[in-house]
């Protein structure tokens, strides 16, 4: 691969840039889902793939990431989440024209048909257990688990990092204080996923594939489980290397690579910046703003929305269940914002109040 | 019961196995014959008590593998496969800082054919990503649409307790990948609001001047049973990962099967 591509390809993986074409790629192909989930087209996406990724290869850095025994996994993990990505839509797409048409799901043909569970689900799930069975044993005997020097608290790996699967947790971490990176946000992952059949009253969309009839549901989900985790994870594992700095994928990690820190907290831009006197010796003048701002945007734009955007919805759940939803949505979307405020202005922190532990 | 056939007209072969299938075994434990009609076939699973978890008939919609993904499935067989691959581990292993390290290279260099440990860990990196697709199936089909709405929280207790076990077994093996990706993990515990010595809040909990929460006696502490990981964490997140959060797994399985069964099979159009 030419030096001028690997160059273009890892300032494109800048963290700003590469959520921002995830997001935008990740709409678009939810509002285009019926062309590119056409068989032809989306094989076409798997070989463009597959390609890239033969080509990548070729490359000794790339090469060193995606074989390191841990990260086997997550490559593969990437390949089979886009493989349901694209078998979902394209059902869902199918569903969606048939519905169209007045003639209902395709699962809604077989729906009254009952077959024996024996021999139909108990072959299924045998022949399902021993593929499971090859494929583990092939996998075990091909790649052999990591094992690392002995465990010694006195020499620091750099970079040190989370196990795989919370690494979109860490990459948080970047943007949001530990409180809430690594406990609000997952409790309130869990919460608000829990939460989800009490507040999703949309009686269409049960038992089978569809995105027109439930865009919001469908698209919320699929936003944080996609671009806010699997993307995140995909972030922290291949490109966060020393220091948790930024590598592209065909960049060394090099541990003395400068990245000046200059974030500057929401006090420090009123006080310092804009109105030239000081940061105010008490903490509640110096973050009142700040704290104004969050609730703000956690009880104004609820009231706005439910007026203009929300109406229909609004109307349809009602008070309580309108406001729950809301508020895990403000707050899914509240890390987008941060990591936009981040990158834009510098913002580091909207209210710091490093004498409570309390930053936001 | 296996009717009585006339052993005149067939080979022998076929009368040795009528001898075996007429035997009083044989009968004892299997009370139908083959089943190739609906009421051997309904038998065969009502019979059963591990098949019985089943319907004896379902839709023919939820058995279609592009609407399933059989994740669920999958799920439920890497937890039989890993805690039988586990289970072995555990003769070989001992959770002290001593030789958990050498017991982990005994297994990797010493022990003929050893997959064991590579079986374990592929396994459980492969259930989370099972599970993770599998709540993105159900998700997406609506599945957690009343009735099920129980359920679906079933499930993501489950999810939460396959990262957990996943997250108690990666310092097993005590090497440095092991050590930090716990740090790392454990240190979030540290912020936790109210019960976390660098939490906000953390002040609030004190008797006139003593702090109640610092670092001796705040939430990681409580995870990892020291100030740093050390023996006493390893033995700690063994026990979570061998015994105590496989209990509640279970737990929750039988629950959540039940409930599949209960609120009406796998999910289909109304």
Request: charged share 15%.
């Amino acid at each position: 691969m030419p030096e001028f591509v690997k160059l273009a390809i890892n300032a494109l993986t800048a963290p700003s840039i590469f959520v921002t074409l995830a997001i935008l790629v990740f709409f678009a192909s939810l509002k285009f889902y019926r062309i590119w989930t056409r068989p032809k087209f989306a094989l076409g996406l798997l070989v463009a793939s597959i390609l890239f990724f033969l080509i990548s290869i070729t490359d000794a850095h790339f090469q060193w990431i995606v074989s390191q025994p841990d990260n086997v996994p997550i490559m593969a993990m990437l390949y089979v989440v886009g493989f349901f990505y694209w078998l979902s839509l394209r059902q869902a797409a199918i569903n969606d024209e048939r519905i169209e048409q007045g003639k209902g799901p395709m699962e809604a043909e077989e729906t009254n048909d009952r077959v024996h569970v024996w021999p139909d689900l108990v072959y299924t799930e045998f022949i399902a257990s021993i593929l499971g069975t090859a494929i583990l044993i092939i996998w075990s005997i091909l790649v052999k688990a990591p094992l690392e020097q002995p465990a010694s608290l006195t020499r620091t790996p750099n970079p040190s990092k989370a196990p795989w699967y919370f690494l979109g947790l860490q990459e948080m971490l970047v943007y949001f204080d530990p409180w809430l990176a690594g406990v609000v946000l997952p409790s309130l992952i869990v919460v608000g996923l829990m939460a989800v059949p009490y507040i999703d009253k949309n009686p269409k969309g049960a038992g089978y594939f569809t995105l027109k009839e439930r865009p919001f549901a469908v698209g919320g989900f699929l936003f944080g489980f996609l671009v806010l985790w699997i993307l995140l994870v995909f972030n922290g594992t291949f490109l966060r290397g020393p220091n948790w700095n930024f590598f592209g994928p065909y960049e060394d990690w090099d541990v003395h690579k400068l990245v000046p820190l200059v974030n500057v907290n929401l006090s420090e831009f009123i006080y310092v910046k804009w109105l030239g006197t000081g940061l105010p010796a008490s903490w509640f003048w110096r973050e009142l703003w700040g704290i104004l701002l969050v609730i703000g945007y956690l009880t104004i734009l609820p009231p706005i929305l439910a007026k203009t955007l929300f109406r229909t919805m609004y109307a349809r759940m009602g008070f309580l269940r309108y406001n729950v939803m809301i508020q895990l949505l403000l707050i899914e979307f509240s890390m987008v914002i941060k990591m936009y405020l981040r990158w834009t202005v510098n913002l580091k922190y909207i209210i710091a109040i490093p004498e409570f532990f309390f930053n936001i | 019961m296996a009717e009585k056939t006339p052993v005149k007209a067939k080979s022998a072969l076929a009368q040795a196995w009528a001898m075996v299938t007429d035997s009083q075994i044989w009968t004892s434990l299997i009370r139908h014959g083959y089943p190739e009609d609906a009421r051997t076939r309904s038998l065969a699973v009502l019979t059963n008590v591990f098949l019985h978890l089943h319907p004896a008939k379902m839709r023919k919609s939820g058995l279609r593998m592009r609407y399933t993904w059989c994740m669920g499935g999958l799920s439920f067989f890497l937890f039989l496969s890993l805690t039988v691959t586990g289970l072995l581990l555990m003769f070989y292993y001992r959770p002290t800082a001593e030789y958990a390290f050498s017991d982990i290279v005994y297994l990797r260099e010493d022990i003929p054919l050893g997959i064991m440990r590579e079986l374990h860990r592929w396994g459980a990196h492969a259930m989370v990503i099972t599970v993770w697709l599998h709540m993105m199936r159900v998700f997406l089909t609506g599945s957690y649409k009343p009735p099920r709405e129980f359920n679906w929280g079933i499930g993501v207790l489950l999810l939460v307790l396959t990262l957990l076990l996943s997250f108690t077994g990666y310092l097993l093996p005590w090497d440095q990948l092991a050590i930090w990706a716990i740090t790392v993990g454990t240190n979030m515990a540290r912020a936790t609001p109210v019960v976390g010595y660098e939490g906000p809040l953390a002040q609030l909990l004190k008797l006139g001047d003593i702090a109640l929460v610092h670092a001796g006696a705040d939430a990681r502490y409580f995870l990892t049973a020291g100030r740093l990981i050390g023996a006493q964490t390893l033995l700690r997140f063994y026990v979570l990962h061998c015994v105590g959060i496989p209990l509640a797994a279970t737990v929750l399985m039988a629950v959540h099967f039940w409930r599949v069964r209960k609120d009406g099979g796998i999910s289909g159009p109304m």
